[in-house]
């Protein structure tokens, strides 16, 4: 099984698979190899049923700066932005023989581009339920389940296979039909809820200023509405129902609840901890949401005014 990349989803994801007896290796660019050694120091809080909650130690990655088709992986594992999957997977498929693909990514603009490189029958989207950053060196990180499926219609051989894969390491794999439009959803609560946390500074800000946080919940209302605009049914995605709850009594009841979330679960706290690392990515998140909004003709006016406060903090931090 090979893993691209040594990041965090990658290294969570591998070190799991590895530790279940999977022969895992992870490639990475020239010249970095000599980066892993010794290994990957982990602080694991890890919510597989069955599993030692904390688990800290080192993971002893096998890497490789090089691959080809006589290697025969069975099933390459892609965790990037969406935005790089074209490249990447340009790159990965004519080096990976018959391999299968699990791309752990987000999506936004639909499968056209990875369409054009790989067969439907050998790609399945995945989200995944797990996240950290490094501290001291340290990956400090969380682990739970994945979300898995086609990119559109019924459920595939292949998508049966690498939740099997996934539950022989204790890893949960929920499974749904058209995946695209449940990554879109998540998209779009992803991408409301991080311009307010820009705004903010850090999520504890947000959840300090009742303003701020009703704020973010408008820009995610906003985001799920051109979500629906796309032909997602809303109801079927149960996530949604703090965003959209015509009650304001009980928005403010599932706020409290989001706020005990991120506050006291670890397994948040861990998930979460990297949500303002990355200014491009926050970036093409909100100008993509911006951008199919006016194509579809969705007013946005809550996200319109973080505007400004986008382009400052990536100016701020380039």
Same mark, same amino acid.
Not at 130 to 151: E, F, I, K, N, R
């Given at each position: 099984?090979?893993?691209?990349?040594?990041?965090?989803?990658?290294?969570?994801?591998?070190?799991?698979?590895?530790?279940?007896?999977?022969?895992?290796?992870?490639?990475?660019?020239?010249?970095?190899?000599?980066?892993?050694?010794?290994?990957?120091?982990?602080?694991?809080?890890?919510?597989?049923?069955?599993?030692?909650?904390?688990?800290?130690? !080192?993971?002893? /990655?096998? $890497?490789?700066? +090089? #691959?080809?088709?006589?290697?025969?992986?069975? %099933? *390459?594992?892609?965790?990037?932005?969406?935005?790089?999957?074209?490249?990447?997977?340009?790159?990965?498929?004519?080096?990976?023989?018959?391999?299968?693909?699990?791309?752990?990514?987000?999506?936004?603009?639909?499968?056209?581009?990875?369409?054009?490189?790989?067969?439907?029958?050998?790609?399945?989207?995945?989200?995944?339920?797990?996240?950290?950053?490094?501290?001291?060196?340290?990956?400090?990180?969380?682990?739970?389940?994945?979300?898995?499926?086609?990119?559109?219609?019924?459920?595939?051989?292949?998508?049966?296979?690498?939740?099997?894969?996934?539950?022989?390491?204790?890893?949960?794999?929920?499974?749904?039909?058209?995946? !695209?439009?449940? /990554?879109? $959803?998540?998209? +779009? #609560?992803?991408?409301?809820?991080?311009?307010? %946390? *820009?705004?903010?500074?850090?999520?504890?800000?947000?959840?300090?200023?009742?303003?701020?946080?009703?704020?973010?919940?408008?820009?995610?209302?906003?985001?799920?509405?051109?979500?629906?605009?796309?032909?997602?049914?809303?109801?079927?995605?149960?996530?949604?129902?703090?965003?959209?709850?015509?009650?304001?009594?009980?928005?403010?009841?599932?706020?409290?609840?989001?706020?005990?979330?991120?506050?006291?679960?670890?397994?948040?706290?861990?998930?979460?901890?990297?949500?303002?690392?990355?200014?491009?990515?926050?970036?093409?998140?909100?100008?993509?949401?911006?951008?199919?909004?006016?194509?579809?003709?969705?007013?946005?006016?809550?996200?319109?005014?973080?505007?400004?406060?986008?382009?400052?903090?990536?100016?701020?931090?380039?």
């Amino acid at each position: 099984m090979l893993v691209v990349g040594a990041g965090v989803i990658g290294t969570i994801y591998g070190w799991a698979l590895s530790e279940a007896g999977h022969c895992v290796v992870h490639f990475v660019r020239p010249g970095k190899a000599s980066r892993f050694g010794h290994g990957v120091p982990m602080d694991m809080f890890d919510r597989r049923k069955g599993r030692k909650r904390f688990f800290r130690g !080192l993971y002893p /990655l096998k $890497v490789t700066e +090089a #691959i080809s088709p006589s290697d025969k992986y069975e %099933l *390459v594992l892609v965790p990037t932005k969406h935005y790089q999957l074209e490249v990447a997977l340009t790159q990965l498929v004519p080096q990976s023989g018959q391999a299968d693909f699990l791309l752990l990514t987000q999506n936004w603009q639909g499968a056209k581009a990875a369409d054009s490189i790989l067969s439907r029958s050998r790609y399945v989207y995945g989200d995944a339920k797990a996240g950290g950053t490094y501290s001291a060196g340290t990956l400090v990180s969380t682990l739970s389940s994945v979300d898995l499926g086609p990119a559109e219609g019924a459920l595939t051989p292949l998508a049966t296979k690498v939740a099997a894969i996934l539950k022989s390491a204790a890893i949960v794999a929920t499974l749904h039909e058209d995946m !695209l439009h449940y /990554l879109w $959803v998540q998209y +779009a #609560i992803t991408g409301g809820l991080w311009p307010a %946390l *820009v705004r903010a500074g850090s999520i504890e800000s947000v959840l300090r200023d009742r303003r701020a946080g009703e704020a973010a919940l408008a820009a995610v209302r906003e985001c799920l509405e051109v979500v629906a605009r796309r032909g997602v049914n809303l109801d079927s995605y149960p996530e949604t129902r703090l965003f959209l709850n015509p009650s304001a009594f009980r928005r403010r009841i599932g706020m409290w609840m989001f706020k005990l979330a991120l506050r006291y679960s670890e397994y948040a706290k861990r998930s979460s901890a990297h949500a303002l690392d990355d200014p491009t990515e926050i970036k093409v998140f909100y100008d993509e949401l911006m951008a199919t909004g006016r194509q579809i003709g969705v007013p946005m006016p809550v996200m319109s005014s973080y505007a400004q406060d986008i382009a400052s903090f990536v100016d701020r931090t380039s």
